[in-house]
């Protein structure tokens, strides 16, 4: 099921990324507002241009770009200029200080001056894509619910390393429990909670080797089902907003690596056979 995309109005890692700004010089740039954290609907977004990073990274005040993170590849597009002209790009990335989000452009591009206002339009049908990917994976860590050793999100295919002691788990099973949750329809929702909240709930964390990023103050939760109740975890990525829009999925292999850790490929489709 797909959704209208909004148009919203908004007042005036590549190696050559930059930070302005730091000891000695100038007050580094405020923080990148991150509307996408608020609604992964928004696929276009008017915005002025703050400055250019590098050569070829536009940082506006906020946008609707996903930066990379958390396994979760950057959002791709383009961006338009008042006459019309659009300017590819190819990857959104977070600058040194995990804070600024810098739209990268495709090499050779001419680019827009700062203070110009640019619309921004990201690739939503490839958007769409990580975001039902996105919350089916979550939906695994359900089904599985082990310890987190590493994940990659992808437009076809992701993938959920888990620390699991034995190897009794079967893809037919776990695609089966998957599709459960899928048909449920739970609804999925974004809440804050402070640091605090966090360090008093240790439980939320799934992942074994990492933890959510600090210094904000504030942990974005991503909670499915009434309440939370299916599931809540810490996470900054993009997702649909009920699981039934994730759509037909199945475990396309379980691949040992090591003595206890199971890798769990989800793709999108029945299961074959």
């Not at 954290?37 to 005040?61: K, M």
């Not at 338009?80 to 090499?107: C, F, H, N, S, W």
């Not at 620390?163 to 429990?177: E, L, N, W």
Request: charged share 25%; proline share 6%; aromatic share 6%.
């Amino acid at each position: 099921m797909d959704r209208e995309q909004a148009r919203v109005r908004c007042p005036v890692r590549d190696s050559r990324v930059t930070v302005l700004g730091g000891p000695g010089g100038a007050a580094a740039p405020a923080a990148t507002e991150r509307v996408y954290q608020d609604d992964a609907y928004l696929s276009t977004l008017e915005a002025p241009l703050t400055r250019i990073e590098g050569e070829r990274g536009l940082v506006f005040e906020r946008t609707n770009f996903f930066a990379a993170g958390g396994g979760q590849p950057g959002d791709s597009g383009f961006v338009e200029t008042a006459d019309g002209r659009q300017i590819k790009i190819v990857d959104t990335v977070y600058a040194p200080d995990k804070a600024t989000v810098v739209m990268l452009a495709e090499e050779g591009s001419a680019l827009p001056a700062a203070g110009e206002t640019l619309v921004l339009h990201v690739d939503w049908k490839r958007r769409y894509k990580l975001m039902r990917m996105h919350t089916a994976c979550h939906l695994l860590t359900v089904v599985c619910p082990f310890p987190i050793t590493g994940a990659a999100v992808g437009e076809e295919e992701s993938r959920i390393d888990f620390d699991i002691p034995d190897a009794s788990a079967d893809k037919a099973g776990v695609t089966a429990q998957l599709m459960d949750l899928v048909a449920a329809n739970h609804s999925v929702f974004t809440r804050w909670i402070t640091e605090a909240e966090l360090d008093a709930n240790p439980g939320l964390v799934k992942s074994a080797n990492v933890k959510p990023p600090r210094g904000s103050g504030r942990i974005r939760l991503v909670c499915i089902g009434e309440n939370g109740s299916v599931d809540t975890q810490p996470c900054g990525g993009t997702h649909v907003q009920e699981t039934g829009e994730v759509g037909d999925i199945h475990i396309g292999k379980i691949e040992k690596k090591g003595k206890s850790n199971r890798r769990f490929r989800i793709r999108f489709g029945p299961l074959p056979g």
